[in-house]
């Protein structure tokens, strides 16, 4: 990848692929304590080896089976037609009697199960019905957005845990993989009159998507997804959409050209930070910002790659954040690499090269041959 515009060179491909596989080396010890969050592990290494063209099925195909354990179906009421599904993202949080699935493991764990192509999973254990109900319990009825996980006592929805764009996004895309396409689709197991409320009730008056009228770039990278997986775009205002492109221009930082005036307002401008993306305004450039915004520029407008200076944020992660001896990404020129911002990192350089599906957050190529294969 990136072979093109920036030469073989300036990519560190076999440090990066080399990075991402250790930390599928079941696992490195610094992670034995975030074993409830092995799925994300998985989702991002996977991602990662993914963008820089290692054949993932072959590598890991044997481990399969070991995933597939993760996924969990409990009946509630003593018959079928009350069964939910998902995965959990360990299996010491397989306690029976007990709801442990949540939204993000089981998206996590398909879009890794979509990367390592296990079709006959999609097409002959997976139980859609029950994970789409399993979902549909998720979204509170009285706001229309959705919760990660159940109450293990009641099995409604949590009343303790946030609801945001974030789970919004999660509900929305894992209904999209089990089949959802038109409204009428997601009509059978959500209130998606009700969700398109809330995702238009986060709307901010200067454009761009946040809580309490703050934008913020990954909500709005959230909600434009969830919006384009619902095929509800055009139910943002021409205005709204312009704003919106504005404001994600203005968070690319920048000592050059237009963007000369905003980075001279922005009192936390580092020079070093300069062709990267912030995340809300006045903040330092962050290497998962370019993806956020990058994505959402993408669906909103064809003509992104114009409109914001790719050359400029490419040369951010290539030469800021990029880490050329250890391979992967930081979040920022100081910090060591993480899995998060070298997964986001990849994503968003990919998402130039045209090669990155931003909605399903996996390789274009992964993307359209499950589309093929899988088309329920
Ligand atoms: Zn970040």
Known sequence: ???????????????????????????????????????????????????????????????????????????????????????????????????????????????????LRDYEYFETILDKRSLARFVSKCQRPDRGSFVSCLDYKTNCGSSVDSDDLRFCYIAVAILYICGCRSKEDFDEYIDTEKLLGYIMSQQCYNGA????????????????????????????????????????????????GCMKFESELNASYDQSDDGGFQGRENKFADTCYAFWCLNSLHLLTKDWKMLCQTELVTNYLLDRTQKTLTG???????????????????????????????????????FNDFSKRCCF
Request: charge should be negative; hydrophobic fraction near 40%.
């Open 1 to 115: 990848m990136c072979q093109a515009t920036n030469g073989p060179s300036r990519v560190v491909t076999k440090k990066h692929r080399k990075f991402f596989e250790r930390h599928l080396q079941l696992l490195p010890s610094s992670h034995q304590g975030h074993d409830v969050n092995r799925m994300a592990i998985i989702f991002y290494s996977i991602s990662g080896l993914s963008i820089f063209d290692v054949n993932v099925s072959a590598k890991y195909g044997d481990h399969l089976g070991w995933m597939r354990k993760h996924y969990i179906k409990t009946v509630l009421d003593d018959t079928e037609n009350t069964a939910i599904s998902g995965f959990v993202g360990s299996l010491v949080m397989n306690i029976p009697h007990a709801t442990t699935i949540n939204l993000p493991n089981t998206l996590f764990a398909l879009l890794s199960m979509i990367m």
């Open 328 to 366: 992967g990404f930081s979040k920022n020129d100081e910090e060591d690499a993480d899995l998060y911002h070298s997964c986001l990192g990849s994503a968003a350089l990919a998402l130039i090269e045209g090669k990155f599906n931003g909605e399903l957050c996996i390789p274009q190529e992964i």
């Open 209 to 256: 998507f946040g809580a309490h009228n703050e934008p913020h770039s990954g909500y709005t990278s959230c909600a434009l997804s969830t919006l384009a997986l619902l095929s509800s775009l055009e139910k943002l205002s021409d205005k709204f959409k312009e704003d919106t492109i504005t404001w994600l221009l203005h968070r690319q930082v920048s000592s050059h």
